[in-house]
């Protein structure tokens, strides 16, 4: 009876370990969607480290650059020390091609939100510290990537850019169900 009971144990422990695997693997495969989604020109142009420097990179530029016309977010991250990104950045997407974008608010992200030519293991840990996601939890990751207008920018860029990957609907749902599966970062 007793060598029965480790039997079944034993069952029982590789069959959850399988399911925890499968899970794992499944989590892992939506983070790369979001990787996919935060590492894009679109979103990483704007998530820049220190040098306060926005870049201009993606398919539709012959090589990655600084932000033309010597702009520097500063400090402030919005140009106040310098030029205003407002002065050229409007509330909405210039008409030509490569126009300058706009949306509402106009301004670089905080340092601690670094994409730019971060691996995706890096972007991973980011997102999920609340020391360095804006003080989110990733529920309110979500609802920030559903609900704030300059992220949306990203999915309409504007004549001449090629949008970020899937939606702002699609890639908050990657996060709540890679926040459910436990949040696992790759390697």
Known sequence: MK??????????????AAQAQETNEA????WDKIYQVFSHPRCANCHVPDDN????????????????????GGQSRIGVETIMCSTCHAQSNADEP???????????APV?????????????????DPNRNGGR???????????????????????????????AEETADFVTLWAKAGAPCPQ
């Open 27 to 30: 989590a892992l495969k939506t």
């Open 137 to 167: 939890t990733l529920d309110e990751v979500a609802h920030h990537i559903l609900e704030d207008e300059l992220v949306h920018w990203g999915w309409a860029p504007g004549i001449g850019r090629e949008p970020a990957p899937y939606s």
């Open 53 to 72: 420097l926005p870049r201009w990179s993606g398919p539709s530029y012959a090589k990655t650059s600084v932000h033309g016309m010597n702009i520097t």
């Open 98 to 108: 490569h126009g300058p974008p706009g949306a509402p608010i106009w301004i670089l």
């Open 112 to 128: 601690d939100m670094l994409w730019w030519q971060q691996s995706s293991s890096q972007i991973c840990q980011q997102i999920k």
């Open 3 to 16: 060598s029965i009971l480790c039997v079944l144990l034993l069952c029982c422990s590789v069959i959850f």
